[in-house]
């Protein structure tokens, strides 16, 4: 159960020296106990304080971290149950399941294919992270394809099997790869629990219920372990929505550490069809899986769900920016058109876009307006004309253009009048509203 200030604060030398960069140890203790703070930043607590307040201090869920490589992953680490509370850390892992008994001709062509699945958006690469691989009864098979999978491609594991033997091959098999061991039971958590802790690997516990969990967390906790991800056996679609709501409340609200784990959830075993499993992991992205597991990757399926972690997972309170400053798109010269927009990520990236597709060269101006879309930042005064000015002037770009043209948002027509006042000589263009206008817009000017 975390502790509160007043609790932190009574454990702590109370000298008020400041080295923790606070006026007070009173101050230090409630930002420690709202996550403001890291304890390391005291030098001078004792030991027993120490491993008192770091159990209290650790996150309600911890964070897990499951492979390596470009599409390693952290899951959990979670604070709040509403993003707009804070915000949502560790995005869902997406996750396709494949038999330990498929060919491996077609078990190539699937990694091929699911490989291809990579999506650029906002400047981010948006693709799935795991391949978990079932065993379909032949231990050897089980661990062939699971090396097959760790060598040959950039995806992580889940190793699903019941059989310890067949689990430890592939264990041996995948070990470099830090792949999630599937799963300790009532009846395997001595066993699964000793070889996930000799090899240093995160382990999934799967029960039958969120009561039957309970038991089993705190065995594997007792043998040392903390890199665990849970499933409570729900397979019903209301029950299982139900047990995830109900795991992430008793860590965060009752501050159950038995409970606070990330979750691992399976859509391909709640559904009969793929669209009925993407709208099941739709929920579970929202509503609090840690882990979804597909039957397939299908790039109609998958990039939805890509799209919604996004958007789940972005800070509501920091919008997505780009860097302020001159953008080249399509090698432009002294005499190519130059126009200025905000720099909220996705009004860059589709401007930037609709730009390129028309092959006309030009200069893209991006100023700085915290994040704001044109209409929001014109309405803030962060894209008044006089500030708009002000930047074109020390953008730099009066030194790589000969024709004294900006041609500005559509949404920003007020502010000519006093561009114009900034920057004398110019001729201010008002450009269209939308951006896929841009093209045809451009072209009409050559
Ligand atoms: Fe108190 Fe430690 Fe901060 Fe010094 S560094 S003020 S002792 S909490």
């Given at each position: 159960?975390?502790?509160?200030?007043?609790?932190?604060?009574?454990?702590?030398?109370?000298?008020?020296?400041?080295?923790?960069?606070?006026?007070?140890?009173?101050?230090?203790?409630?930002?420690?106990?709202?996550?403001?703070?890291?304890?390391?930043?005291?030098?001078?607590?004792?030991?027993?304080?120490?491993?008192?307040?770091?159990?209290?201090?650790?996150?309600?869920?911890?964070?897990?971290?499951?492979?390596?490589?470009v599409r390693k992953f952290?899951?959990?680490?979670?604070?709040?149950?509403?993003?707009?509370?804070?915000t949502f850390f560790n995005p869902t892992a997406l996750?396709?399941?494949?038999?330990?008994?498929?060919?491996?001709?077609?078990?190539?062509?699937?990694?091929?294919?699911?490989?291809?699945f990579q999506y650029e958006r906002v400047g981010l690469n948006l693709r799935p992270e795991?391949?978990?691989?079932?065993?379909?009864?032949?231990?050897?098979?089980?661990?062939?394809?699971?090396?097959?999978?760790?060598?040959?491609?950039e995806?992580?594991?889940?190793?699903?099997?019941?059989?310890?033997?067949?689990?430890?091959?592939?264990?041996?098999?995948?070990?470099?790869?830090?792949?999630?061991?599937?799963?300790?039971?009532?009846?395997?958590?001595?066993?699964?629990?000793?070889?996930?802790?000799?090899?240093?690997?995160?382990?999934?516990?799967?029960?039958?219920?969120?009561?039957?969990?309970?038991?089993?967390?705190?065995?594997?906790?007792?043998?040392?372990?903390?890199?665990?991800?849970?499933?409570?056996?729900?397979?019903?679609?209301?029950?299982?929505?139900?047990?995830?709501?109900?795991?992430?409340?008793?860590?965060?609200?009752?501050?159950?550490?038995?409970?606070?784990?990330?979750?691992?959830?399976?859509?391909?075993?709640?559904?009969?069809?793929?669209?009925?499993?993407?709208?099941?992991?739709?929920?579970?992205i929202?509503?609090?899986?840690?882990?979804?597991?597909?039957?397939?990757?299908?790039?109609?399926?998958l990039f939805p769900l890509l799209l919604e972690r996004l958007n789940i997972f972005t800070d509501?309170?920091r919008p997505m920016t780009v860097t302020?400053?001159?953008?080249?798109?399509?090698?432009?010269?002294?005499?190519?058109?130059?126009?200025?927009?905000?720099n909220f990520a996705l009004t860059y990236f589709i401007?930037s876009g609709?730009?390129?597709?028309?092959?006309?060269?030009?200069?893209?101006?991006?100023?700085?307006?915290?994040g704001?879309?044109?209409?929001?930042?014109?309405?803030?005064?962060?894209?008044?004309?006089?500030?708009?000015?002000?930047?074109?002037?020390?953008?730099?770009?009066?030194?790589?253009?000969?024709?004294?043209?900006?041609?500005?948002?559509?949404?920003?027509?007020?502010?000519?009048?006093?561009?114009?006042?900034?920057?004398?000589?110019?001729?201010?263009?008002?450009?269209?509203?939308?951006?896929?206008?841009?093209?045809?817009?451009?072209?009409?000017?050559?």
């Amino acid at each position: 159960m975390a502790l509160t200030g007043i609790q932190i604060f009574k454990l702590l030398p109370k000298t008020n020296c400041k080295e923790c960069g606070v006026p007070t140890c009173l101050a230090f203790a409630m930002n420690l106990a709202s996550g403001k703070a890291e304890l390391d930043s005291c030098p001078y607590v004792s030991e027993e304080a120490r491993a008192q307040l770091a159990e209290a201090s650790a996150p309600p869920i911890l964070p897990v971290q499951i492979g390596k490589g470009v599409r390693k992953f952290t899951v959990g680490g979670e604070t709040v149950l509403y993003r707009h509370e804070k915000t949502f850390f560790n995005p869902t892992a997406l996750a396709a399941k494949i038999k330990s008994d498929t060919t491996e001709k077609d078990l190539k062509a699937k990694l091929s294919a699911w490989n291809a699945f990579q999506y650029e958006r906002v400047g981010l690469n948006l693709r799935p992270e795991i391949v978990a691989v079932e065993d379909a009864g032949d231990a050897k098979a089980f661990a062939q394809t699971a090396k097959t999978i760790a060598e040959t491609s950039e995806f992580n594991l889940i190793l699903m099997s019941q059989n310890i033997d067949a689990m430890k091959a592939a264990v041996e098999a995948t070990r470099f790869k830090n792949p999630l061991i599937y799963a300790a039971t009532a009846a395997t958590v001595d066993a699964f629990g000793a070889l996930a802790k000799e090899n240093d690997l995160p382990l999934a516990v799967k029960a039958d219920s969120i009561d039957a969990l309970i038991p089993l967390t705190d065995k594997l906790v007792g043998m040392g372990l903390k890199k665990l991800v849970i499933d409570s056996g729900a397979r019903d679609v209301k029950q299982a929505f139900e047990d995830q709501v109900a795991i992430r409340r008793a860590a965060l609200k009752a501050g159950n550490r038995s409970l606070g784990f990330p979750t691992i959830t399976f859509p391909c075993e709640m559904a009969s069809n793929l669209d009925m499993e993407t709208m099941l992991a739709a929920m579970f992205i929202a509503k609090y899986g840690a882990i979804a597991v597909l039957s397939d990757f299908k790039t109609e399926s998958l990039f939805p769900l890509l799209l919604e972690r996004l958007n789940i997972f972005t800070d509501p309170q920091r919008p997505m920016t780009v860097t302020e400053g001159i953008y080249e798109i399509g090698n432009p010269d002294e005499n190519s058109p130059v126009m200025i927009t905000t720099n909220f990520a996705l009004t860059y990236f589709i401007v930037s876009g609709e730009v390129e597709g028309s092959k006309v060269p030009s200069w893209l101006l991006i100023k700085d307006t915290e994040g704001l879309s044109v209409m929001t930042a014109w309405a803030a005064g962060k894209f008044a004309g006089d500030d708009v000015g002000m930047f074109v002037k020390k953008s730099g770009i009066m030194d790589k253009v000969k024709k004294k043209e900006l041609i500005i948002p559509g949404y920003a027509a007020a502010i000519v009048g006093e561009i114009e006042e900034e920057l004398p000589g110019w001729n201010i263009i008002v450009g269209p509203r939308e951006a896929p206008h841009l093209p045809a817009f451009l072209k009409a000017r050559l």
